[in-house]
């Protein structure tokens, strides 16, 4: 039709080309459907003798065809937007169509404008469905890099949107960011491979009609040589026990970079005798046929190098050799088994290690020796002769021979024994021993001439320690005196073998103590030794942890009723039971040492106490039990001092003592009775800040570490144990220290200026009165009889026991006058004092004998002045009877 249309057109006559309006249409519309109706565009279409399109100039917009019968526009092909308009580069899409209508003589074109118009048929979408970037490692210039990424299309042209997420859907902060304007992706840091080798990220894009799409970003770290290779042990001990196969050890060295940037290469940097390695695996192999003993050959230096580019890294591991096999130990004793040592006598060792070196076939002397055994200190090594001895120190050492009640124990005891060359310390052989020792007290008392005491630091002074024993011949009878040699000057011993402590006791300044006695013989007028015993008294803290050691880990426990529930006490051997003091009340899980309350009326009560035993089925000696306290109640009341302390003077025996005073506190929260046990205590005292002072935690004893210092303030802090809170006093104190010698020292000047006075006074009086009974006498000689002669006269001896006896206050008889020119003094201990005193001259009266007489030195230190006072008014009265009875004639002179 269309090519009849334009072979018909050159003849007619005329033409017309008219313009139609605009029609729109949508896109992908069904072939066949209706544009619009002709006859509602064209006028008079149904008078017209023919009509149809005129054929467009490209086959491509051939897309219409006219419906005669319907007299409408269809669809003739497919109309895709983006396949017709987009080549355009148009924003709109018009296709104009041409419709030639033919009458008489005339033919009428007219073009209808249709306008494709787009719709959302096309979704968006990447041309990939992952992208891989990679970025090196360490990247010095990483600021400056970006890496381009896909983009999405939409062929409906719609705006399309990018978002950047990590996997797990977070925002990439501080890693990566995506630059919009250039569409590319940029680092925020420099990335290390090492700490993360691989990064995934999700680009998402959208509009604002479909659903979003998206790709995986895949970031790989690119390895760089920066790691150097690490020994994962380094040192590495290298234990050698076998000299019979070659021992083999494998060298764990790890390199975090990869390919051959991690692929490593092993030398040895000494070589040893003995040693090679493999360079590939790092194998070590050690053969003992070519082993040479060196001197200071403890240590092996490997090379590990990787095969990185384009700097090879490299590191040194270090192998610490053990070589296991060089010595032969044995433990030589005096008993067939071994295993079980009776111990009778403690001087004497417990055995013996003999060390032989498997070189040279001999003993070795140059070997050092470390020895542990399962009861930390009880053992000594003499490390010249290898030979064991118990050590007289150790605590549970002295809990069992302290103990007579128990004659017979054993303890099982586990040794480690080290042995070490002297030259090289990587030469070591090692042995473990099991031990019973059994202990003969009486025995052990007897031949090892040793009795061991345990007393308590806080004991009082003078206080009597019986150290009777009837199985030691020394001790077993009370006839035997003893004097004892004591360098501390701290004991004495009394005549019933009581041991009396004569200074306070404190374990910081000395916890041991050697004393011996000695008997000293009656009969005989020199000191004799016939028997002889040495007592070794340790001085123990009652709160200390060596004395429930080692079952318990403290000396006593204070408990809420909170906590009471995750208390354990810690696990015991199988011969060794816990036991509760009040079991109806507490009971004591013997699997995990948990304690549970029974009665629940303990929960009325603000505080409660019981002990718990450790039993020793073993070594009954090593039993020991230890308080606790549980708190029940609320802590309401501070520790208060049971006297007032602000300011004290303090008298001290000696300069010398460093003991001060003992500080008793009580805390108000407990009853009275609980006040002063000794377990568990109820105050914990402390000093602030205090140098020069120290002061028990427990039992409140001050001792001064100053011996020069005469006055101390300080802070005394007093804390309680109770709960949830441990209530908190402090005490501002000031002590002023005063020692009795020093106070007798001061007391002496002013008792000799008192005595000096008196004296003189009493011997002005006394020679006053003896003029006067001279003249007296005198004058009754004159008036008496001639006839009698002095010569025939003997002098009239005084009864000088009547004197003692009757007016002397001392013991000791009164000194005999050799003649006018003897004085008699007070005895001063204070040579200047005593000077001043012999300037004073008593002269005594003429005596009737010339026998010499020693002053002896007890009567010199108490004749006192009333003495002689006495004695010469009886004498005076004694003489003058004398004389009465004599013909009333004087025989001799009073002065």
Same mark, same amino acid.
């Given at each position: 039709?269309?090519?009849?249309?334009?072979?018909?057109?050159?003849?007619?006559?005329?033409?017309?080309?008219?313009?139609?309006?605009?029609?729109?249409?949508?896109?992908?519309?069904?072939?066949?459907?209706?544009?619009?109706?002709?006859?509602?565009?064209?006028?008079?279409?149904?008078?017209?003798?023919?009509?149809?399109?005129?054929?467009?100039?490209?086959?491509?917009?051939?897309?219409?065809?006219?419906?005669?019968?319907?007299?409408?526009?269809?669809?003739?092909?497919?109309?895709?937007?983006?396949?017709?308009?987009?080549?355009?580069?148009?924003?709109?899409?018009?296709?104009?169509?041409?419709?030639?209508?033919?009458?008489?003589?005339?033919?009428?074109?007219?073009?209808?404008?249709?306008?494709?118009?787009?719709?959302?048929?096309?979704?968006?979408?990447?041309?990939?469905?992952?992208?891989?970037?990679?970025?090196?490692?360490?990247?010095?210039?990483?600021?400056?890099?970006?890496?381009?990424?896909?983009?999405?299309?939409?062929?409906?042209?719609?705006?399309?949107?990018?978002?950047?997420?990590?996997?797990?859907?977070?925002?990439?902060?501080?890693?990566?960011?995506?630059?919009?304007?250039?569409?590319?992706?940029?680092?925020?840091?420099?990335?290390?491979?090492?700490?993360?080798?691989?990064?995934?990220?999700?680009?998402?894009?959208?509009?604002?009609?479909?659903?979003?799409?998206?790709?995986?970003?895949?970031?790989?770290?690119?390895?760089?040589?920066?790691?150097?290779?690490?020994?994962?042990?380094?040192?590495?001990?290298?234990?050698?026990?076998?000299?019979?196969?070659?021992?083999?050890?494998?060298?764990?060295?790890?390199?975090?970079?990869?390919?051959?940037?991690?692929?490593?290469?092993?030398?040895?940097?000494?070589?040893?005798?003995?040693?090679?390695?493999?360079?590939?695996?790092?194998?070590?192999?050690?053969?003992?046929?070519?082993?040479?003993?060196?001197?200071?050959?403890?240590?092996?230096?490997?090379?590990?190098?990787?095969?990185?580019?384009?700097?090879?890294?490299?590191?040194?591991?270090?192998?610490?050799?053990?070589?296991?096999?060089?010595?032969?130990?044995?433990?030589?004793?005096?008993?067939?088994?071994?295993?079980?040592?009776?111990?009778?006598?403690?001087?004497?060792?417990?055995?013996?290690?003999?060390?032989?070196?498997?070189?040279?076939?001999?003993?070795?002397?140059?070997?050092? %020796? !470390?020895?542990?055994?399962? &009861?930390?200190?009880?053992? /000594? $090594? @003499?490390? =010249?002769?290898?030979?064991? #001895?118990?050590?007289?120190?150790?605590?549970?050492?002295?809990?069992?021979?302290?103990?007579?009640?128990?004659?017979?124990?054993?303890?099982?005891?586990?040794?480690?024994?080290?042995?070490?060359?002297?030259?090289?310390?990587?030469?070591?052989?090692?042995?473990?021993?099991?031990?019973?020792?059994?202990?003969?007290?009486?025995?052990?008392?007897?031949?090892?001439?040793?009795?061991?005491?345990?007393?308590?630091?806080?004991?009082?002074?003078?206080?009597?320690?019986?150290?009777?024993?009837?199985?030691?011949?020394?001790?077993?009878?009370?006839?035997?005196?003893?004097?004892?040699?004591?360098?501390?000057?701290?004991?004495? %011993? !009394?005549?019933?073998?009581? &041991?009396?402590?004569?200074? /306070? $006791? @404190?374990? =910081?300044?000395?916890?041991? #103590?050697?004393?011996?006695?000695?008997?000293?013989?009656?009969?005989?007028?020199?000191?004799?030794?016939?028997?002889?015993?040495?007592?070794?008294?340790?001085?123990?803290?009652?709160?200390?942890?060596?004395?429930?050691?080692?079952?318990?880990?403290?000396?006593?426990?204070?408990?809420?009723?909170?906590?009471?529930?995750?208390?354990?006490?810690?696990?015991?051997?199988?011969?060794?039971?816990?036991?509760?003091?009040?079991?109806?009340?507490?009971?004591?899980?013997?699997?995990?040492?948990?304690?549970?309350?029974?009665?629940?009326?303990?929960?009325?009560?603000?505080?409660?106490?019981?002990?718990?035993?450790?039993?020793?089925?073993?070594?009954?000696?090593?039993?020991?039990?230890?308080?606790?306290?549980?708190?029940?109640?609320?802590?309401?009341?501070?520790?208060?001092?049971?006297?007032?302390?602000?300011?004290?003077?303090?008298?001290?025996?000696?300069?010398?003592?460093?003991?001060?005073?003992?500080?008793?506190?009580?805390?108000?929260?407990?009853?009275?009775?609980?006040?002063?046990?000794?377990?568990?205590?109820?105050?914990?005292?402390?000093?602030?800040?205090?140098?020069?002072?120290?002061?028990?935690?427990?039992?409140?004893?001050?001792?001064?570490?100053?011996?020069?210092?005469?006055?101390?303030?300080?802070?005394?802090?007093?804390?309680?144990?109770?709960?949830?809170?441990?209530?908190?006093?402090?005490?501002?104190?000031?002590?002023?220290?005063?020692?009795?010698?020093?106070?007798?020292?001061?007391?002496?000047?002013?008792?000799?200026?008192?005595?000096?006075?008196?004296?003189?006074?009493?011997?002005?009086?006394?020679?006053?009165?003896?003029?006067?009974?001279?003249?007296?006498?005198?004058?009754?000689?004159?008036?008496?009889?001639?006839?009698?002669?002095?010569?025939?006269?003997?002098?009239?001896?005084?009864?000088?026991?009547?004197?003692?006896?009757?007016?002397?206050?001392?013991?000791?008889?009164?000194?005999?006058?050799?003649?006018?020119?003897?004085?008699?003094?007070?005895?001063?201990?204070?040579?200047?004092?005593?000077?001043?005193?012999?300037?004073?001259?008593?002269?005594?009266?003429?005596?009737?004998?010339?026998?010499?007489?020693?002053?002896?030195?007890?009567?010199?230190?108490?004749?006192?002045?009333?003495?002689?006072?006495?004695?010469?008014?009886?004498?005076?009265?004694?003489?003058?009877?004398?004389?009465?009875?004599?013909?009333?004639?004087?025989?001799?002179?009073?002065?």
């Amino acid at each position: 039709m269309i090519f009849l249309f334009f072979f018909i057109l050159p003849f007619v006559s005329s033409q017309t080309i008219k313009q139609l309006n605009e029609i729109s249409i949508n896109e992908e519309l069904p072939i066949g459907s209706i544009i619009t109706f002709l006859t509602d565009k064209i006028p008079n279409l149904d008078q017209s003798l023919e009509y149809d399109l005129v054929t467009p100039v490209s086959s491509e917009l051939d897309l219409f065809s006219i419906d005669h019968t319907r007299q409408s526009l269809i669809i003739k092909k497919r109309i895709d937007y983006e396949q017709i308009c987009t080549k355009t580069n148009s924003t709109h899409c018009i296709i104009p169509i041409s419709i030639a209508v033919s009458n008489h003589d005339t033919i009428y074109v007219y073009i209808l404008p249709i306008r494709i118009k787009n719709i959302n048929d096309n979704p968006i979408k990447f041309s990939v469905n992952r992208t891989v970037i990679e970025i090196e490692e360490n990247d010095k210039n990483w600021y400056k890099k970006s890496y381009l990424l896909p983009q999405a299309t939409d062929a409906d042209g719609d705006l399309i949107t990018y978002s950047l997420y990590l996997q797990n859907w977070n925002k990439p902060t501080g890693l990566f960011e995506l630059d919009q304007t250039n569409f590319s992706l940029k680092p925020l840091k420099s990335f290390d491979r090492e700490q993360q080798n691989l990064y995934l990220l999700r680009l998402i894009a959208q509009n604002k009609h479909d659903k979003d799409v998206s790709i995986d970003i895949i970031i790989i770290i690119k390895d760089v040589n920066d790691n150097s290779p690490i020994c994962e042990h380094n040192p590495t001990i290298f234990i050698i026990n076998n000299t019979n196969s070659i021992s083999i050890l494998s060298l764990n060295v790890t390199d975090l970079d990869e390919g051959d940037n991690g692929k490593l290469e092993y030398s040895i940097i000494n070589p040893l005798s003995g040693f090679t390695i493999d360079r590939l695996t790092g194998e070590i192999k050690f053969d003992y046929k070519n082993w040479l003993r060196e001197n200071n050959q403890t240590k092996l230096f490997i090379n590990v190098t990787d095969d990185g580019k384009p700097y090879r890294l490299s590191t040194e591991c270090i192998i610490e050799l053990k070589f296991l096999f060089a010595f032969d130990i044995h433990f030589e004793t005096n008993y067939t088994d071994d295993s079980l040592i009776n111990i009778e006598n403690i001087h004497l060792p417990i055995g013996k290690f003999l060390i032989i070196d498997k070189q040279t076939k001999m003993n070795c002397f140059d070997c050092l %020796i !470390d020895l542990n055994s399962s &009861l930390d200190d009880i053992f /000594y $090594l @003499n490390d =010249k002769t290898f030979e064991l #001895y118990l050590n007289y120190n150790s605590m549970l050492l002295i809990r069992i021979l302290s103990n007579y009640m128990i004659k017979q124990e054993n303890l099982l005891i586990n040794i480690n024994l080290n042995v070490f060359d002297k030259n090289n310390p990587s030469i070591i052989s090692t042995k473990n021993y099991s031990l019973i020792l059994s202990f003969n007290k009486m025995k052990l008392l007897i031949n090892s001439n040793i009795l061991f005491i345990k007393i308590d630091q806080n004991i009082f002074l003078n206080e009597q320690i019986s150290i009777f024993n009837r199985y030691h011949y020394c001790l077993n009878n009370h006839s035997k005196q003893f004097i004892i040699n004591d360098p501390t000057n701290t004991f004495e %011993i !009394d005549n019933k073998y009581n &041991l009396i402590v004569k200074k /306070y $006791l @404190n374990i =910081k300044q000395q916890q041991n #103590y050697e004393i011996i006695l000695k008997e000293i013989e009656n009969n005989q007028t020199e000191e004799i030794n016939s028997c002889s015993i040495q007592l070794r008294i340790h001085v123990y803290d009652l709160y200390s942890v060596a004395n429930v050691y080692p079952y318990f880990t403290q000396s006593f426990y204070i408990l809420s009723s909170t906590n009471i529930s995750q208390f354990s006490l810690p696990s015991l051997p199988s011969y060794v039971k816990y036991i509760s003091s009040k079991s109806n009340e507490i009971s004591i899980d013997e699997i995990n040492g948990s304690i549970a309350i029974q009665s629940p009326s303990l929960f009325s009560s603000y505080s409660y106490d019981f002990y718990i035993q450790a039993i020793n089925s073993q070594t009954p000696s090593l039993s020991c039990s230890i308080p606790i306290r549980i708190f029940f109640g609320i802590n309401r009341q501070s520790p208060r001092l049971v006297q007032n302390l602000t300011k004290q003077s303090i008298e001290i025996p000696s300069l010398t003592s460093d003991f001060i005073y003992q500080i008793q506190a009580y805390d108000p929260d407990l009853s009275l009775d609980n006040q002063y046990k000794l377990f568990p205590p109820s105050i914990q005292y402390e000093v602030d800040s205090s140098e020069n002072l120290d002061i028990e935690r427990y039992t409140g004893r001050i001792f001064r570490k100053n011996s020069n210092q005469f006055i101390y303030n300080f802070t005394l802090i007093l804390m309680d144990f109770g709960q949830p809170d441990r209530l908190i006093t402090r005490v501002q104190i000031t002590f002023h220290i005063k020692s009795n010698e020093l106070l007798n020292r001061q007391e002496i000047p002013m008792f000799i200026s008192t005595t000096f006075i008196l004296i003189s006074s009493a011997i002005l009086v006394m020679i006053v009165l003896l003029i006067i009974i001279i003249l007296l006498l005198n004058c009754c000689h004159r008036q008496s009889s001639t006839n009698k002669s002095l010569a025939n006269i003997s002098p009239t001896t005084p009864d000088s026991r009547l004197i003692d006896n009757e007016y002397i206050t001392t013991t000791t008889s009164l000194p005999r006058v050799v003649n006018r020119e003897q004085r008699i003094y007070p005895t001063i201990t204070n040579d200047n004092e005593r000077k001043l005193l012999e300037q004073i001259h008593l002269p005594p009266p003429p005596l009737y004998s010339a026998e010499k007489v020693f002053i002896k030195q007890d009567y010199q230190q108490n004749l006192s002045m009333n003495d002689i006072n006495k004695y010469l008014e009886r004498f005076e009265k004694i003489y003058n009877n004398s004389s009465e009875s004599n013909g009333q004639e004087p025989i001799g002179l009073v002065v």
